[in-house]
C-alpha cells in the first residue's frame, strides 16, 4: 500500500464521501519567485537540472540552491538533495557565520520579560508596555542578524546560512506578534481602574512564561551551534527546528492570551467595538502570517532532514512533525473561541460583520485542523518507515503544507480588507452605511466559501 493509498482509506474510514477520480491536466513546471510573501508562481527554466547538478557537487547543504526558501516546484517532491549522504559543515569554518549567530543568541539570551506581581491597571500595563518594547526591540535586532547572514557568508556556508536566517526570522516575527497582542490586551485596560481579574493575570503570566521558554531553547540551540567545532548538518537542522518549532508555540501562547481576555471584554460603545475589532483583526492577521512563514520553512528542512542516517531523520522528523501538529492544533482552538467571543466582546454593536469574521476565522481554522490531522498521522508513520519510503512520504507532506500556507495567504489579505472597510464604516454617520455593510457582507461569504474550497482541495492532495 503506497503512502497516499494509506491516508485515502483512513479519510475515508472516517466517512468521508467517495469523491470521483479528477482527471490529470497536464501543466508547466512551476517555481517560486523571490518575492517577500514568497508564494508567487511563474514558469520555470530549468531549474530542476541546475538544483540536481548543485546538490550532486555540494550535498544536503547546497541543496537549497536559492537564497528563497520556497523556490522549489509546485509539487516540492524533487529539491536535488544529495541521496550519497550530506557534507558536514562546521561553523567554525566561518568566522562571520560564528560572530552573526553568536550575537542572535546574545540578543534572546539577554531577554529577560518581566511579570505580572500586581494587579493595579497601572501596574499592568506599565509592565506590558516593557515586555512590548524589550520584544519590538530583540524583533529587530534578529531581523538584522537574519538579514546580514546570507548576504555576508559566502562559500561552502552560505546556504546553510540562508536556513538559519529564516529560523530566526520567524522567530523575530513571532517575538512581534506576541508583542501586538500585549499591546491589544493594554489597550482593552484604558480608561479603566483598580485592578484585573485574576484570570487575567495568569492569561498574561502563561503568554510572557511560554514565550520566555521559548527564547531561551531557541536561544541555548543558536550559542551551542555557534560555539561547537564539530557541529555538522543534524546540529544545523535542530537549530533551525528549534526555530520553528518555538515560533509557533509563540503564537499559539499569543493567541490563547488573547482568547483569555477577551472573554473578560464587552464594548459599550460603537467606537470602542470598532477598535477592539480592529486590533483582534491585526493580531490574528499578524498570528496567521507568522503560522505562514514557519510552514514555508518547514517545507524548506523536511527534505533536508529526509537525508541524515535513517535513525536520525525518523527521531527528528517524528519529533518535529509532532510539535507542530500540536501547536496548530492549539491555535485552531484559540481561533476558534476568538471567533466565538467576537460577538460578545464587541456588544453586538457591530451587527453581522462579527459573525462573518467569525466564520471566515472558523474556516481557517478548519483547514490548519486538517493540517494538524495529516501531520499527526504522518508522524506516527514515520518510525516504521525505510528510507526510500520515508523520501517518498516527504513529497506528500510538502503538497499539504504549500496548500494550506497559500490558504493562510489569501486570509491574511482578507482580513486586512476586512479592517479596512470596518473602519470606513465606523466613520460614515448611522443610517448611510447600507451599501457599504452589503458589500462587506458578500465580500466575506465569498472568503469563506474560497476557504471551504481550499480545506476540500487540501483532503484531495492526500490522493496524489
Given at each position: 500500500m503506497t503512502i497516499g493509498s494509506y491516508f485515502s482509506s483512513v479519510w475515508n474510514r472516517k466517512g468521508r464521501t467517495a469523491r470521483p477520480s479528477k482527471p490529470v491536466v497536464p501543466r508547466a513546471s512551476l517555481t517560486v519567485e523571490g518575492l517577500e510573501d514568497r508564494t508567487v508562481l511563474s514558469h520555470g527554466h530549468g531549474l530542476g537540472a541546475v538544483l540536481h547538478a548543485s546538490a550532486s557537487a555540494h550535498g544536503i547543504i547546497s541543496a537549497l540552491d536559492r537564497d528563497d526558501r520556497d523556490d522549489r516546484d509546485d509539487h516540492g517532491s524533487e529539491r536535488g538533495v544529495n541521496s550519497s549522504g550530506q557534507s558536514q559543515f562546521s561553523v567554525s569554518s566561518s568566522p562571520l557565520l560564528q560572530a552573526l549567530l553568536s550575537n542572535a543568541a546574545n540578543v534572546l539570551n539577554n531577554l529577560h520579560l518581566p511579570s505580572l506581581t500586581s494587579t493595579a491597571v497601572g501596574d499592568v500595563q506599565s509592565t506590558l508596555s516593557t515586555a512590548q518594547n524589550q520584544l519590538s526591540s530583540a524583533a529587530g535586532t534578529l531581523n538584522g542578524i537574519a538579514a546580514l547572514l546570507p548576504s555576508l557568508v559566502t562559500g561552502a556556508n552560505h546556504q546553510a546560512a540562508q536556513l538559519l536566517a529564516n529560523a530566526i526570522q520567524d522567530f523575530a516575527s513571532s517575538l512581534t506578534t506576541v508583542s501586538n497582542t500585549l499591546g491589544t490586551i493594554s489597550s482593552q485596560l484604558t480608561g479603566t481602574t483598580g485592578s484585573i481579574s485574576s484570570a487575567t493575570q495568569t492569561a498574561i503570566n502563561n503568554l510572557l512564561s511560554s514565550v520566555s521558554s521559548n527564547i531561551s531553547t531557541f536561544g541555548t540551540a543558536l550559542n551551542s551551534l555557534a560555539n561547537s567545532t564539530t557541529s555538522g548538518t543534524t546540529a544545523l537542522l535542530n537549530t533551525a527546528v528549534a526555530g520553528i518549532t518555538g515560533s509557533l508555540s509563540n503564537v499559539q501562547s499569543s493567541l490563547a492570551a488573547l482568547s483569555s481576555t477577551l472573554g473578560n471584554t464587552t464594548a459599550t460603545t460603537t467606537s470602542a467595538a470598532?477598535?477592539?475589532?480592529?486590533?483582534?483583526?491585526?493580531?490574528?492577521?499578524?498570528?496567521?502570517?507568522?503560522?505562514?512563514?514557519?510552514?514555508?520553512?518547514?517545507?524548506?528542512?523536511?527534505?533536508?532532514?529526509?537525508?541524515?542516517?535513517?535513525?536520525?531523520?525518523?527521531?527528528?522528523?517524528?519529533?518535529?512533525?509532532?510539535?507542530?501538529?500540536?501547536?496548530?492544533?492549539?491555535?485552531?482552538?484559540?481561533?476558534?473561541?476568538?471567533?466565538?467571543?467576537?460577538?460578545?466582546?464587541?456588544?453586538?454593536?457591530?451587527?453581522?460583520?462579527?459573525?462573518?469574521?467569525?466564520?471566515?476565522?472558523?474556516?481557517?481554522?478548519?483547514?490548519?485542523?486538517?493540517?494538524?490531522?495529516?501531520?499527526?498521522?504522518?508522524?506516527?508513520?514515520?518510525?516504521?518507515?525505510?528510507?526510500?519510503?520515508?523520501?517518498?512520504?516527504?513529497?506528500?507532506?510538502?503538497?499539504?503544507?504549500?496548500?494550506?500556507?497559500?490558504?493562510l495567504g489569501g486570509l491574511g489579505g482578507g482580513l486586512g480588507l476586512v479592517g479596512v472597510l470596518e473602519n470606513l464604516l465606523g466613520g460614515i454617520p448611522s443610517g448611510s452605511t447600507n451599501n457599504l455593510t452589503r458589500l462587506i457582507d458578500a465580500f466575506f461569504r465569498t472568503l469563506v466559501n474560497e476557504l471551504n474550497l481550499f480545506s476540500s482541495g487540501l483532503l484531495d492532495e492526500i490522493e496524489i
Open positions: 470598532n477598535a477592539l475589532l480592529q486590533n483582534v483583526l491585526s493580531d490574528v492577521t499578524s498570528a496567521l502570517g507568522t503560522v505562514r512563514r514557519d510552514l514555508n520553512s518547514l517545507r524548506a528542512i523536511l527534505p533536508q532532514i529526509s537525508q541524515l542516517p535513517l535513525s536520525s531523520a525518523q527521531a527528528l522528523l517524528t519529533s518535529t512533525l509532532t510539535s507542530v501538529s500540536n501547536s496548530l492544533n492549539g491555535i485552531v482552538s484559540d481561533i476558534n473561541s476568538i471567533a466565538g467571543q467576537l460577538p460578545t466582546a464587541t456588544g453586538g454593536l457591530l451587527g453581522g460583520v462579527t459573525s462573518l469574521v467569525g466564520s471566515l476565522l472558523t474556516g481557517a481554522s478548519n483547514n490548519l485542523s486538517t493540517l494538524s490531522g495529516i501531520l499527526s498521522a504522518f508522524a506516527s508513520l514515520v518510525p516504521s518507515l525505510s528510507q526510500s519510503a520515508l523520501r517518498q512520504l516527504i513529497p506528500v507532506v510538502d503538497r499539504l503544507i504549500l496548500n494550506t500556507a497559500r490558504q
